[in-house]
């Protein structure tokens, strides 16, 4: 089983100095590799057509609306399911220790998203986005084993650092952590983009209400 994970937002508390309102963490779960391996080369293969150069690295965030639909269409048909968790950094309603500083608020939000896919995840590879902020990186690895794991049988086998260039499932796990945070702030594309994928949702957690 592979496990992708990602983020969209940022884990600034400063809501009115810029940071972003919602933090949402996403998780891609391919139970099957040989889908994920076609998956990865449907992607690679999206490049091509679109004319871009092989390595091209997708982004939900840069990409036009019409690379972003002909992504999500491309992936849609392919069998892996997904989890979120979006923090809700309304200083009215947010609150609790794990969320005073950015890193333990990371942190807790990922434990948050691992916890309700944990039924669902057995010896599975985490692959983390290695470009994300590196502070966290060794922290989270830690802290996902510790966390979850159970003593009668390992739900994470390994968790891995990975660049997003060249791996084109931590692309995917960025197109649906973009979709689920545009979804959730009402904007313009959001029901269209989110259709694609809607089917493969297991679980999306949005904290405080």
Known sequence: MLVFIDESGDSGLKIQAGSSRFFVISLVVFEDHQEAEACDKRISLLGRELGYPDGFTFHFKDNSHKIRLAFLEAVAPYGFCYFGFVLNKDPKKLWGKGFQFKESLYKSACGYIFENAKPYLKQAI????????????????????RKIN???????????????????????????A??????????????EYRRFIAAKEINVQTWPK
Do not use: H, T, W
Request: positive net charge; glycine residues 8%.
């Open 178 to 191: 973009g979709v689920i945070n545009r979804y959730c702030q009402g904007k313009k594309g959001a029901d």
């Open 150 to 176: 159970d003593k009668a049988d390992d739900i994470i086998k390994k968790v891995k650092m990975q660049p997003d260039r060249g791996n084109n499932l931590l692309q995917l796990v960025d197109y649906v």
């Open 126 to 145: 985490v692959v983390i986005d290695k470009s994300g902020r590196e502070v966290f990186r060794s922290q989270l690895a830690a802290y996902l084993k």
